[in-house]
């Protein structure tokens, strides 16, 4: 009585007539190559090549990238110092005392750094690194169709080393940004940008890695970065990595070492919300709730204090001028959720409360002494010290 129900499946399974084709590895090779042709014709439209002017020479800052050939490296110290200046300017650390305006010239100031944008609105707002346009005097944006622009700075964002500047040009083409959610290690990630000057030029790699932080030696950078081992050199900078769709899921922002197939991407979500805000804003407001904090995660002794918690956050010190100081936040409370938001790490609390609004109720879900409660907390703008 089975014979005919095993029959029956396996006709259901076995392709039939054409499907019944196996298709060669040659022909997978080249659906996979017009895929990324179609890649670079989709997104070369929303890219855009950004040539900045200086009005004096500055002394040499190298990259705090750490690690192999990092900063205290001889051998890239020499390396990094006999660059062209027009590379060298790509990767200038950030100063507290830096101008975030161009200052004006009399025009004759060369353009000797180069970098990379994203078009995101067809007006032309462009989203690049600030980095890319600090201490610029004049900044000139190439669009893929060849047009040169005057650009002028719209708004800078310290804490991101995200910037916004403006071109007069109507019918951009934006990109589309992707969720930074959806971002799968092991997919494809394809830079698109203008290293050494060798404009729009694209590379293939994967995501390597997500969540990367404490990349910078700067507590007032707040976000995390992809890695990707797709070529990133000096003049990728502002420029986006792409999926396999064409959507940006990050704003390529630095690379550790060189040639080692080490760079970092900030997250595509975070960047546009950065990018909307400069927009609207010319800056980039941040909430704050005023407390020290270390996650369970990356330290595990931690949870000898946390009654079972494996996860979550632990408020180590509360600033007594600070919002958490006028509510009943204590030390040692275990921060598990801010609104629906759940917990995981700092990075995540950080995430959750940046943009929340100010002088708003907002609930924390913590754990206290083994108990779970609920705690209203007003956070209050973040004004870093310059």
Not at 164 to 184: C, G, M, T, Y
Not at 227 to 247: E, F, H, K, R
């Amino acid at each position: 009585m089975r014979t005919p129900a095993i029959a029956l499946g396996l006709a259901l399974w076995l392709p039939t007539g054409r499907a019944a084709e196996k298709t060669s590895p040659l022909d997978l090779a080249r659906q996979l190559n017009r895929a990324f042709v179609q890649v670079a014709a989709k997104v070369k439209p929303s890219v855009v090549v950004i040539h900045v002017a200086k009005q004096r020479e500055q002394a040499i800052q190298l990259p705090n990238f750490g690690g192999p050939l990092g900063p205290d490296d001889p051998l890239f110290r020499r390396f990094f110092e006999n660059l062209p200046k027009e590379f060298r300017d790509q990767f200038p650390q950030p100063s507290p005392d830096a101008p975030e305006k161009p200052r004006r010239d009399n025009g004759n100031s060369p353009f000797t750094g180069s970098g990379s944008g994203i078009v995101v609105t067809a007006d032309g707002y462009i989203l690049t690194n600030r980095h890319v346009i600090e201490d610029a005097t004049r900044l000139k944006v190439i669009t893929a169709d060849g047009r040169e622009h005057p650009a002028r700075l719209r708004g800078v964002d310290t804490q991101s080393d995200l910037a916004v500047i403006k071109i007069d040009a109507k019918n951009l083409r934006p990109a589309q940004f992707a969720e930074a959610s959806n971002v799968r290690i092991g997919e494809f990630a394809i830079a698109i940008g203008a290293p050494y000057r060798l404009d729009y030029t694209f590379t293939v790699g994967h995501v390597s890695a997500k969540g990367r932080n404490r990349l910078i030696n700067n507590p007032a950078f707040d976000q995390d970065f992809i890695q990707t081992d797709a070529s990133i050199n000096p003049g990728n900078s502002g420029g986006p990595l792409v999926n396999i769709d064409g959507q940006v899921i990050g704003v390529n922002t630095m690379i550790r070492g060189l040639n080692t197939g080490i760079g970092f991407a900030i997250p595509s979500t975070f960047a546009r919300q950065v990018a909307q805000k400069i927009i609207r804003h010319g800056k980039v407001p941040r909430a704050r709730l005023g407390i020290s904090i270390q996650s369970l995660r990356e330290n595990p002794d931690l949870r000898d204090l946390a009654k079972g918690l494996r996860e979550g956050v632990m408020v180590r010190e509360i600033q007594p001028d600070g919002p958490a100081a006028k509510s009943d936040l204590k030390p040692f409370d275990i921060i598990t959720a801010v609104a629906d938001t759940p917990v995981h790490t700092a990075q995540d609390l950080r995430s959750a409360v940046r943009f929340q609004p100010f002088g708003q109720p907002l609930t924390l879900h913590i754990q206290r002494a083994g108990k779970p409660l609920k705690i209203t907390i007003r956070p209050e703008e973040w004004l870093p010290t310059r």
